[in-house]
């Protein structure tokens, strides 16, 4: 059984950081794409990073500079470390994994992130 459980979420001040947290289980975790995605209020959802299984990241450009991808295989786990948050940054933050020989893909059920003082 695959698991995709993220944590870290919570309440900041706008300026603050937190750092969120995908643990994957039931998988190989180091053949999968990991991305973190995330839905504010009213929005569609978006991708927010994505790093591959060696260790590529890409970003979305309102988040470069702000955020960080990062993986650890050895606990089959990704993270993205949020600095400089903004109040429009509120949103569910959702990880996915995705294995691009099978095509088959993952979601976690996302942790709230919201920014506001």
């Known amino acids: 059984q695959v698991q995709v459980v993220e944590s870290g979420g919570g309440l900041v001040q706008p300026g603050g950081s937190l750092r969120l947290s995908c643990e994957v289980s039931?998988?190989?975790?180091?053949?999968?794409?990991m991305r973190w995605h995330r839905q504010g209020p009213g929005k569609e959802r978006e991708l927010v990073a994505a790093?591959?299984?060696?260790?590529?990241?890409t970003y979305a450009d309102s988040m470069k500079g702000r955020f960080t991808i990062s993986r650890d295989n050895a606990k089959n786990t990704v993270y993205l470390q949020m600095n400089s948050l903004k109040p429009e940054d509120t949103a569910v933050y959702y990880c996915s994994a995705y294995n691009t020989l099978s095509g088959r893909g993952y979601w976690g059920q996302g942790t709230q992130v919201t920014v506001s003082s």
């Open positions: 790093i591959s299984s060696g260790g590529r990241s």
């Open positions: 039931g998988v190989t975790f180091s053949n999968y794409v």
